[in-house]
């Protein structure tokens, strides 16, 4: 029964109930509209994508994905293609970029990885208390650092120093006929992406190793274990979700970088060739996020605007991948309660 306080009738116990279940539920459907609008959202960019690159796709098959002729003339050809839609070229075999997106990201990520799980180590367990509180926030600033900054230290110093030590004049002079070697290419590629994407590893291994139970260290300390075995055998496994979750991120984001790679992969697409030895990596590349932001003003151009869509349609594609490559990696995880 409500009772009257100064003229004021208070609702009962009832009617207050009543209505915060009224308040969850219209909470409930705003997140479920905003999470509907977001696969939406979602969705319709994927078909938007792929219905302007199948054109690209349809006209070549799968020799799309294939090697023949040189990537850089066909593009030429295809941004020149006549007007009337019946001649449009749409001729282009694409596996010199894919090589090249494919190779300067698992070597970043592979590299970046180790890096990040030691220095993740240091920082939580290693350390000494300042040092560890001055390299958290400094790790989350790299990792927040825009990629044209990264960009310019690979074009201002690591390309002209790789050019002038660790190409000969020589090869420059064999191989030009060929392909331009000036310094930047598959191994600036890497180094700077690998620079750009462990910060990112580093920021959530060591939460996620922070978040590990200190009862379980103490208990394998006390059993005679040192810390390294503790962390490596303890830490590290129970950390390992975050640990697939810090690599899908990183090679995310190392597939679609685009500018840094612009900047000092080199250019040309181009297949590096193992049988040239270490100089292979000196070798330019041209992966297929830069190759949308470096011919972007052939958008207008329809044929060669389907084509960069073609291109952005792969990478969506590889995206979508990685995600459920890393849901996969976990599953398995599941039998000893990690998810």
Request: charged letters at 15%.
């Amino acid at each position: 029964m409500a009772t009257v306080v100064a003229g004021t009738r208070r609702p009962s116990r009832g009617a207050a109930l009543r209505q915060s279940v009224r308040a969850s539920e219209r909470t409930e459907l705003v997140l479920g509209g905003v999470a509907v609008l977001l696969l939406a959202f979602i969705a319709g960019m994927v078909v938007f994508v792929f219905a302007k690159a199948w054109p690209s796709f349809q006209a070549n098959g799968l020799s799309w994905f294939g090697m023949g002729g040189e990537i850089n003339t066909q593009l030429r050809n295809i941004l020149q293609s006549p007007a009337e839609k019946a001649d449009y070229v749409y001729e282009i075999r694409a596996f010199p970029l894919i090589m090249g997106t494919v190779i300067s990201t698992v070597l970043a990520a592979g590299f970046g990885l180790v890096f990040a799980v030691l220095c993740s180590l240091f920082i939580v367990e290693f350390a000494p208390p300042r040092l560890s509180a001055l390299m958290t926030p400094v790790v989350r600033l790299l990792a927040a650092v825009p990629s044209v900054v990264y960009g310019l230290i690979g074009i201002l110093l690591l390309t002209p120093w790789i050019g002038r030590n660790l190409v000969s004049q020589q090869f420059k002079l064999d191989v030009k006929p060929i392909v331009p070697i000036s310094g930047e290419g598959l191994f600036a590629a890497v180094v700077i992406l690998t620079l750009m994407i462990t910060p990112i590893m580093i920021a959530i291994i060591s939460d996620a190793l922070r978040a590990v139970p200190r009862t379980w260290m103490e208990g394998s300390t006390a059993l005679g274990v040192n810390r390294w075995r503790t962390m490596w055998t303890i830490g590290v496994r129970t950390a390992r979700p975050a640990i697939i979750a810090a690599l899908v991120l990183a090679l995310a984001r190392a597939l679609g970088e685009a500018i840094m790679l612009a900047m000092v992969a080199g250019n040309f697409g181009f297949t590096p060739n193992p049988l040239d030895g270490l100089n292979a990596l000196t070798e330019p590349i041209q992966p297929l996020a830069a190759s949308i932001v470096l011919n972007s003003e052939g958008l207008t151009v329809e044929p060669f605007g389907q084509t960069l869509y073609a291109f952005a349609a792969v990478l969506l594609v590889s995206a979508g991948l990685l995600s459920y490559a890393g849901y996969a990696a976990k599953r398995p995880m599941r039998k000893y309660g990690i998810r």
